[in-house]
């Protein structure tokens, strides 16, 4: 059974770092692209960033480039993202998502195949 699980999640202050991971089981993990999404309290789930199959294309939305970064280690099936310079905005459920047609690197969320359940983080002043 395809599974996505996050984990790193959790309370830090504002102009910290955290770094996120997601551990993949169940599924072919070289074959996806994998991405994170978001979701503020309230909001629609957000684009944070995303990366192919080999970990060479990354592609981050606008807003979050300049403090995030994606990787991923295809041996362990896992991704990772980090974010510095936290703020409070970045307060949500950090989501993981695995896309077979790697259409997620355009930031569409519309063709994943699987999510995650997500994880809190919070960010506190």
């Known amino acids: 059974q395809e599974q996505l699980v996050e984990s790193g999640g959790g309370l830090v202050q504002a102009g910290a770092s955290l770094r996120l991971s997601c551990a993949a089981s169940?599924?072919?993990?070289?074959?996806?692209?994998m991405g994170w999404f978001r979701q503020a309290p309230g909001k629609e789930r957000e684009f944070v960033g995303a990366?192919?199959?080999?970990?060479?294309?990354?592609h981050y939305a606008a807003s979050l480039k300049e403090r995030s970064t994606i990787s991923r280690d295809n041996a362990k099936n896992m991704v990772y993202l980090h974010m510095n310079s936290l703020k409070l905005e970045d307060t949500g459920i950090y989501y993981c998502?695995?896309?077979?047609?790697?259409?997620?690197?355009?930031?569409?969320?519309?063709?994943?195949?699987?999510w995650g359940q997500g994880t809190q983080v919070t960010v506190s002043s």
């Open positions: 169940g599924l072919t993990f070289s074959n996806y692209a």
């Open positions: 990366i192919n199959w080999n970990g060479r294309v990354t």
């Open positions: 998502a695995a896309d077979l047609r790697s259409r997620i690197l355009r930031g569409d969320r519309d063709y994943v195949d699987y």
